[in-house]
């Protein structure tokens, strides 16, 4: 089993410093992810920067954790979806969204699931789609933009799915209740 190491403060190289006193202070925690990025500053601001854009997109915090969980879920992230179902819950997200993508069951919310299926379709194809996919989802209520943004959570969720797969990501206690697995 590979393993990185989860940096604290004292034990990270200096660019990624204040980066993790900034997570400290967001979470009043460093979440284990964040200290295995901090071993290089780039990648933890890279991934910093990533998540405060998409919270930033058109997508509200039902759009965002489908987006999101729908990528861990597909990507067997055993840290993130634990992660997400804990932030969920601090969206007020329902937790019968949640659960749905958790468990991978279509959504009641047939505008959310046109998300959810448009961002399966994105990443299982490596974002070769169809017209008639980009016709489904436009359908549903959304439009080019979503699409855009789509990837740029793809992007946050390759740099944390993929770090904890190599890493093995402890859990961190406030997500240890939501542990999960494909």
Known sequence: MTTLKVHNIE???????????NSQKSFGMIPGLHG?????PKILEAYQTLHQLFTETSFNEEELTVVWQTINVEHACHYCVPAHTGIAKMMKVDDTITEALRNETPLADAKLEALRTMTLTIVRNRGNVTQEDLDAFYAAGYGEQQVLEIILGLSQKVISNYTNHIAHTPVDEPFKKFEWSK
Do not use: D, F, N, R
């Open 36 to 40: 295995v990025l901090a071993a290089s």
């Open 11 to 21: 034990s990270a190289p200096e660019g990624s410093k204040p980066l993790l006193e």
